[in-house]
């Protein structure tokens, strides 16, 4: 690869802005300075554009093995880029599913074949597989997934004596989604007693309701307390649960953490009247007062990381009546235009994007020299265009399933590189079908 010199940059990257040229030699930045100038490298010049770390989201579906049909390593890791994700942890709810050390393994070759983004694969606890999960190395992979409330692929753990096991056993990041499953069903035979299968899907947020969310993650967070354990909470949905976080120490000391997705930061339920089953995720999509109030605690560090839980289904799929079209949908090549769209409306900073998108994912799960634009650590870097509005269309969705819900929207903020591994891996529209990405590293 060489070196590239990356010229008149507005870096964004711990709590600053500032103007600089950035020095790529082969996978790392090697010199951060004003006036860099070096015959051997290959120029870039983004002009005053803004350089960002390279997004780490720690939680996405690419549905490979078994489900392929819907999205794969391959597709969906080169659509992550596009959005400027140069990292992200694939979860386990896959056919088979990840909950071996030998089917983990298997499912970072595939990483190491087909990836155009730096990957990770957490291990997935069920009822019956702590004594593996104890034999897991901690710098193995990104963490323990568990469900503690049933979603696509079905690895509901449920088994109460169990969890406090599985609490108790790993030093590991246990990444949870939290909902409580009797809550759901019990909702849900009620809707299904008055509409049969065909519920409109208005009511998803009734089923998967606020209760059934605090329900499971306020137990979790009173078993973490118990155990000791290291608990993340994924994908928070409702204003309550924020009150079970803190954010009066450190990330670094914080033995609870807890996401929130692009999805519960941008849609509410009025929005099912337009989009339908296409916004259907679990959790649900609530209220304009949960949004609100998810927003609140993001940007007074209650809540700790952005991500996107990036889950494709084919259209035909979505588009089944309520109780059999599946919950999820593809995010990751719109997620960070999204943010930067309410940056522009004034909601949140560039620089708190970059906190939650990029460094935090970096400091919560001990990631190896990613997260951040420093000397010595790998060139992961997304130039963003902010005053370059595209619209997204089919024929510019980089997704498998081909569909977006973020569809006929208008973006005011591009992407316009990415580079991974100092590799420039995604240039305006451009992919390079050359692969250089690396299974994460950590320091724990």
């Known amino acids: ?164 096991s599985i609490f108790s056993n790993t030093e590991m990041v246990i990444s949870a989604h939290c909902e409580d499953e009797g809550t759901i069903k019990r909702n849900l035979a009620e809707y299904k007693e008055k509409y049969g299968d065909d519920i409109p899907v208005k009511y998803h947020h009734k089923i998967r309701s606020e209760e059934a969310c605090y329900l499971s993650s306020s137990k979790a967070i009173a078993l973490a307390k118990k155990t000791g354990a290291r608990l993340h909470v994924f994908h928070l949905s409702t204003g309550k649960e924020t009150e079970l976080f803190r954010n009066d120490i450190p990330l670094e000391q914080k033995k609870i953490t807890a996401e929130v997705c692009v999805h519960h930061l941008w849609f509410t339920n009025t929005d099912y009247d337009t989009k339908g089953t296409l916004i259907k995720w679990n959790p649900a999509v609530k209220t304009a007062a949960d949004r609100e109030q998810l927003w609140e605690a993001l940007l007074d560090d209650r809540l700790d990381v952005i991500a996107t839980d990036h889950a494709p289904h084919l259209l035909s799929e979505k588009e089944n009546v309520y109780t059999k079209a599946p919950s999820g949908g593809p995010l990751v090549q719109h997620a960070l235009p999204a943010l930067l769209e309410k940056v522009q409306e004034g909601v949140i900073s560039l620089e708190k994007v970059v906190e939650k998108m990029c460094h935090n994912p970096a400091i919560l799960f001990q990631v190896e020299k990613r997260g951040y634009i420093r000397e010595g650590y790998y060139a992961d870097l997304v130039v963003v265009d902010i005053n370059a509005p595209w619209q997204v269309t089919k024929e510019n969705i980089a997704y498998k399933c081909k569909w977006s819900p973020f569809e006929g929207a208008t973006f005011t903020s591009s992407v316009t590189h990415t580079f991974v591994n100092g590799h420039l891996a995604y240039e305006n529209g451009n992919f390079s079908e050359e692969r250089n990405a690396k299974r994460l590293t950590f320091n724990r």
């Open 1 to 164: 690869m060489g070196r590239v010199l990356i010229k008149n940059a507005k870096i964004v990257n711990e709590n600053s802005i500032f103007e600089s040229d950035v020095l790529l030699q082969d996978d790392l930045i090697i010199k951060i300075a004003a006036n860099i100038s070096d015959d051997t490298a290959k120029v870039i010049d983004i002009q005053g554009k803004y350089l960002l770390p390279g997004v780490i989201d720690d939680q996405v579906h690419f549905r490979e093995p078994g489900l392929t049909h819907k999205g794969d390593i391959a597709s969906e890791s080169r659509a992550a880029v596009a959005g400027g994700i140069t990292t992200y942890m694939e979860q386990p709810n896959t056919n088979p599913q990840t909950t071996t050390i030998e089917k983990l393994e298997e499912k970072f070759q595939m990483g190491a074949r087909s990836s155009f983004a730096n990957y990770s694969f957490p291990f997935g606890g069920t009822n019956d597989n702590l004594e593996e999960l104890k034999r897991l190395d901690k710098n193995a992979c990104s963490g323990v997934k568990l469900f503690l409330g049933s979603s696509t692929g079905n690895m509901l753990v449920d088994d109460e004596e169990v969890i406090e």
